[in-house]
T-cell receptor
Framework: EAQVTQNPRYLITVTGKKLTVTCSQN?????MSWYRQDPGLGLRQIYY???????DKGDVPEGYKVSRKEKRNFPLILESPSPNQTSLYFC??????????????FGPGTRLTVL | GIQVEQSPPDLILQEGANSTLRCNFS?????LQWFHQNPWGQLINLFY???GTKQNGRLSATTVATERYSLLYISSSQTTDSGVYFC?????????????FGTGTRLQVTL
């Protein structure tokens, strides 16, 4: 089944404790992206990657890191989480823009609480 | 950047009623998608529709790209249709494939 998977789905952690949210897709998509969703602010892009070893900042990259060592994986790293990073996080993937079809597919979401 | 406005912000329907949700956007787009966010927070792809009309069961969507709007039609609504509906667009210029989301229409379907 074609899908985007995220782990963990739920996480409660404490300020300053490094964490990684994994994202994997099995559709051979070049483009991957992370979004966060907050009440009243909607979904905002954190980072994106056009392909392996190519990443760039989205609208709200502060406090996050990403890496793209393999095409299928795009982990989101919080080196020192803070309470303002409490949010619902989504990973997405698609074929690149300019192709005939670049529908984005989203993972199930990771609900993160930082105490 | 591109602006996306959705209306209405909230909608309450009785089961069996029909509804139309609207999405206006401020610039040319190469991607437009409709999503349903269910009560568990998952984003469900409904339509990929940068232009034209599509139908899937009780749902259909139309995008008029030249006039910068899209409509999502829900017919014979069911309680399982409840949730938040998002329109998201990808601009024809700027960051490739980035989706800009509207603020959503919250739909509640009652018995």
């Amino acid at each position: 089944e074609a899908q985007v998977t995220q782990n963990p789905r739920y996480l409660i952690t404490v300020t300053g404790k490094k964490l990684t949210v994994t994202c994997s897709q099995n559709m051979n998509h070049e483009y991957m992206s992370w979004y966060r969703q907050d009440p009243g602010l909607g979904l905002r892009q954190i980072y994106y990657s056009m392909n392996v070893e190519v990443t760039d900042k989205g609208d709200v990259p502060e406090g996050y890191k990403v890496s793209r060592k393999e095409k299928r994986n795009f982990p989101l790293i919080l080196e020192s989480p803070s309470p303002n990073q409490t949010s619902l996080y989504f990973c997405a993937s698609s074929l690149p823009t300019g192709g005939p079809y670049n529908e984005q597919f989203f993972g199930p979401g990771t609900r993160l609480t930082v105490l | 950047g591109i602006q996306v406005e959705q209306s209405p912000p909230d909608l309450i329907l009785q089961e069996g009623a029909n509804s139309t949700l609207r999405c206006n956007f401020s610039d040319s787009v190469n991607n437009l998608q409709w999503f349903h966010q269910n009560p568990w927070g998952q984003l469900i792809n409904l339509f990929y529709i940068p232009s034209g009309t599509k139908q899937n069961g009780r749902l259909s969507a139309t995008t008029v790209a030249t006039e910068r709007y899209s409509l999502l039609y829900i017919s014979s609504s069911q309680t399982t249709d409840s949730g938040v509906y998002f329109c998201a667009v990808g601009g024809a210029t700027g960051t490739a494939s980035k989706l800009t989301f509207g603020t959503g229409t919250r739909l509640q379907v009652t018995l």
